[in-house]
């Protein structure tokens, strides 16, 4: 894979000492990648990512070449062979394959144009106060794999947080990822999911919809149910009291995809 736009690296740093140097330099306000498939899916969706590193990088490039041939190039260009010690200096608790690399956040005002774009060809995810960082990062990867506009979370969880975006794989660069208020919602229909709301089978979701989930705990705030211009439920068992969170964005965003929209 070619870097025509400079993307991939920096110039000098091959190294394991230019490395670490260049770690400390950017890590306060880069993104943590933490994984070899965090790394990929970056690469592919067009990240920066200053520096790469692993304990083993034939095991790594083993790894490209298995599952990921199509940015073995880039991978083979980024990655500097560190020490396991300095590993675990740089990042407390590495991925079991053994690398890491850091990445610019793409801006918040690109990303807020790809969210109040319209007409959109896919919905924007909502995650009304969520409390579970595992959680946001599934979502995120689901999101991703639906091809989704973006995904959107209101309080105060970070859907950047070094633990969402292990969980979501590196996916937070293939959509639009930002937290923000119920007022600067993105435009379109918000269709909230809630127990007490019309059945999900009998609807088709639209295109430009905002599809808006509740909290792990209390479900969804007052605020985003005035919002609100359509309740809708998922199908579930009697007695049985809810979903986990993304299980409820995959039921959810599989509807939309099977009855008119398109995964990108």
Do not use: C
């Not at 520096?51 to 490039?61: C, E, G, K, S």
């Amino acid at each position: 894979m070619n870097d025509p736009d400079g993307r991939l690296g920096t110039p000098g740093v091959t190294e394991p000492q230019d490395a670490v140097r260049a770690w400390h330099r950017l890590a306060d306000g880069s993104v943590l990648l933490d994984g070899f498939h965090a790394l990929k899916h970056a690469v592919r969706f067009q990240a920066r990512i200053p520096v790469a590193v692993t304990t083993d990088r034939r095991a790594a490039l083993a790894l490209a070449d298995d599952l990921a041939p199509d940015v073995r190039e880039a991978v083979e260009g980024l990655l500097v062979e560190v020490p396991e010690a300095t590993l675990k200096v740089l990042v407390p608790r590495p991925h079991p394959t053994s690398v890491a690399a850091l990445a610019v956040r793409p801006s918040r005002a690109g990303n807020l144009e790809t969210l109040a774009r319209m007409p959109r060809s896919a919905p924007v995810v909502v995650l009304d106060n969520p409390r579970n960082l595992g959680n946001a990062g599934a979502v995120i990867r689901l999101a991703a794999g639906f091809g989704a506009t973006g995904v959107v979370t209101t309080g105060s969880l970070d859907p950047w947080h070094p633990t969402v975006v292990r969980g979501g794989a590196g996916l937070h660069f293939a959509t639009a990822v930002e937290r923000l208020t119920v007022d600067e919602l993105p435009p379109g229909p918000v269709f909230a999911l809630d127990p007490e709301g019309e059945d999900i089978r009998g609807l088709k979701l639209p295109d430009d919809a905002v599809l808006a989930f509740g909290s792990e705990r209390s479900g969804l705030s007052a605020e985003l149910r005035a919002r609100t211009d359509h309740l809708v439920s998922l199908p579930m068992r009697p007695q049985v009291s809810s979903y986990n969170l993304a299980t409820s964005v995959a039921m959810t965003l599989f509807h939309w995809s099977a009855t008119g929209g398109a995964t990108a």
